[in-house]
């Protein structure tokens, strides 16, 4: 009876080996991800917030290169098999210049597809190192994939430029990342610190407030509140397909948050979920438009 006990054990070790090979592609094929990356789906699972219908998960997908569900993104260069790569010259602190790049793929080709999310195919944030001089941008695109925009550095200083899109591959597969990189304003740098955590903002006579105590790993809701300065609260007007844009970026390392109000009607109030990444300092900048006019209220958070 040996020979046949060897016989089924091997049997039983082949089977095995063909079940795990199957279940390895099988895994592979439900990820899906051109990176074979496999925090992606697990990251989408955890993903529990609110996002208009047809719009994009930002820093939801974990494609900043985290383990965790909802990572900061943006600290890369490279992420998802995209690449930006700069091209054009240097900054000049306080002189209009241009920003101009391109998002590679894996085979160094420039992308010219772009999704629309959030009524644009491109955001482009910048903001220096101590988190001061926040702006929001749209660059165009020419033909062969070149990005640019005018863009001025108005304080000498290392500053960060965050490329905000999802990517269309050939085969119709679409990639949300948010890849940064560095830009620098030679001469002497400054920084301000950060200031103190507040719910209340000032900003051209407005007062926005909120209310929410960001978690770490747990999705909590941002309710913001904008009040004229008659202390009325105000109708927010429709601004990037939403009735408002909330970036959120880390001290420290900058990493960048990228949410977005769910569905809901117009009102004087407009909420962001929101996931802290880990414990640490934010600050939030909250784009909203009256009056066709678009403002920026900043918020330093502490979560613990
Ligand atoms: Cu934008």
Redesign the pocket.
Known sequence: MGPDRATLRLALVVGGLVLAVLLGFGLGRANGRPTGRTTATAATAAGDHTHAPGTGAHQHDGTGGDSSGDAATGLSVSSGGYTLVRSGGEFVAGRAGELRFQIRDAQRRPVTRFAVV?D?PM?LVVVRRDLTGFQ?L?PTMAADGTWSIPLTLPQPGVWRAYTDFTAVADDGRQTPATLGVDLVAPGEYAPRPLPAPASRAAVDGFTVDYEGTPQVDAAVPLRFTVRDPAGRPVALERY?DAYG?LVALREGDLGYLHVHPGPGPAADTVTFWLTAPGPGNYRMYLDFQVAGVVRTAEFTLTVR
């Open positions: 959030h644009k955001h929001h749209h990037l844009h």
